[in-house]
């Protein structure tokens, strides 16, 4: 990235407002890197817990395969999901808060008695899969809100930072050289008007 400036004391001022502005915010930056990175893995843990968690349920629900037969999905189904959002280092994320089931009507004398278990069962495997979704989605977020966030660590820390110090230095240079120039250009002149000072006066004489 070019940083553009004029060799003069008002662009000198700007960088020098710019370079600031950056070495104060670095640290929270980098803070909230840290911060992500640690939400990062620890929902990559919860997600890797649920999706286990899901495996295992769906197991045992194989296990009881013979007995589906004479089940009838339908009897439940997912009513409502209730959501919420919370921020986690800056970041919005959704929150699961409710799983709303509604279970259809069935005959406790006409039925088999497990079926009351496999309603329950059913249950558990919805909400286990639909959680793991929202870890998921939540995982995502963190995860993209991490990267931007290590962008703008690095593009400050190896880029505008160096950049500005470097533009800085070029500008104060030119200043001093030009200022030496200055100087020396009036001993010049100091010279030149007195040497000039010095004939007037032998001729006058």
């Known amino acids: 990235m070019a940083i ?3 060799y003069n004391k008002t662009s000198l001022q700007q960088l020098e407002k710019q370079l600031k502005m950056r070495e104060r915010s670095l640290p929270t930056i980098k803070s909230k890197e840290s911060a992500l ?3 990062v893995k620890r929902t990559k843990d919860e997600v890797n817990q649920l999706e286990l968690q899901l ?3 769906i197991q045992s629900y194989e296990n009881m395969v013979a007995l589906w037969n004479e089940f009838n999905p339908s009897l439940i189904a997912v009513k409502d999901v209730s959501l919420s959002t919370k921020k986690i280092a800056g970041v919005i994320v959704p929150v699961l808060d409710e799983i709303e089931f509604e279970i259809g009507r069935y005959s406790l004398f006409n039925t088999p008695a497990w079926f009351t278990d496999g309603i329950g069962l059913l249950k558990k495997l919805a909400r286990t899969g639909i959680e793991a979704e929202f870890s998921g989605m939540k995982l995502e977020l963190l995860e993209h809100a991490r990267k931007k966030t290590t962008q703008k660590v690095n593009l400050f820390e190896k880029v505008q930072i160096p950049g ?10 030119f200043m001093e050289d030009e200022e030496s120039l200055s100087k020396s250009s009036q001993k010049i002149m100091r010279a030149n008007q007195e040497k000039r000072k010095a004939k007037e006066e032998e001729v006058g004489v």
Not at 164 to 173: C, Q
């Open 164 to 173: 500005y110090k470097d533009a800085i230095r070029k500008v104060k240079r």
């Open 4 to 6: 553009k400036f004029q």
């Open 37 to 39: 990175r640690i939400e």
């Open 55 to 57: 495996e295992q349920e």
